[in-house]
T-cell receptor, first 112, second 110 residues
Framework: EAQVTQNPRYLITVTGKKLTVTCSQN?????MSWYRQDPGLGLRQIYY???????DKGDVPEGYKVSRKEKRNFPLILESPSPNQTSLYFC???????????FGSGTQLSVL | DQQVKQNSPSLSVQEGRISILNCDYT??????FLWYKKYPAEGPTFLIS?????DKNEDGRFTVFLNKSAKHLSLHIVPSQPGDSAVYFC?????????FGAGTRLTVKP
């Protein structure tokens, strides 16, 4: 089944404790992206990747890191999480950058 | 700077009637527009799209209209069904960038 898998679904952590949210797609898509969803703000892009080893900042990259060492994986790393990073996070992929996106099920992150 | 705006946070309609969801954008470089639907505890899923060379695209009960001069698009759902109750995100794209609106929560009452 074609899908984008992100883990974990729920995560509660404390300020400053490094964490990684994993994302994997099995559709051989070139393009992958991370979004955060906040009330009244919709989906805001954090980072995106047009291809392996190519990553770029989106609208809200501060406090986040990503890597794209393999085509299928695009982990989101929070080196030192802060409470303002409490949000619902979505990973997405598409064949190319301006095509319809396939989203993962989301990761609800709470930073205390 | 919100380049894509959905000014109605919520919409409630009766089953069988038409639902009209609206979206405005500011960037004239956007050339591809999409609607996504999101149920609770799930990721958004693609619903329908339209390119800037068209002004209308239909898929079953769903029709998207694009007015380029007004930088406005709308999604029509006819007839609306209770299963359509969800949050709908409008998105606009140029080659490098896809921007999303804040979403409209549609409730279809039986």
């Amino acid at each position: 089944e074609a899908q984008v898998t992100q883990n974990p679904r729920y995560l509660i952590t404390v300020t400053g404790k490094k964490l990684t949210v994993t994302c994997s797609q099995n559709m051989n898509h070139e393009y992958m992206s991370w979004y955060r969803q906040d009330p009244g703000l919709g989906l805001r892009q954090i980072y995106y990747s047009m291809n392996v080893e190519v990553t770029d900042k989106g609208d809200v990259p501060e406090g986040y890191k990503v890597s794209r060492k393999e085509k299928r994986n695009f982990p989101l790393i929070l080196e030192s999480p802060s409470p303002n990073q409490t949000s619902l996070y979505f990973c997405a992929s598409s064949l190319y950058s301006n095509e319809k996106l396939f989203f993962g099920s989301g990761t609800q992150l709470s930073v205390l | 700077d919100q380049q894509v705006k959905q000014n109605s946070p919520s919409l409630s309609v009766q089953e069988g009637r038409i639902s009209i969801l609206n979206c405005d954008y500011t960037n004239s470089m956007f050339d591809y527009f999409l609607w996504y639907k999101k149920y609770p505890a799930e990721g958004p899923t693609f619903l329908i799209s339209i390119s800037s060379i068209k002004d209308k695209n239909e898929d079953g009960r769903f029709t998207v209209f694009l007015n380029k001069s007004a930088k406005h698009l709308s999604l029509h759902i006819v007839p609306s069904q209770p299963g359509d109750s969800a949050v709908y995100f409008c998105a606009a794209s140029d080659y490098n960038d896809m921007r999303f609106g804040a979403g409209t929560r549609l409730t279809v009452k039986p």
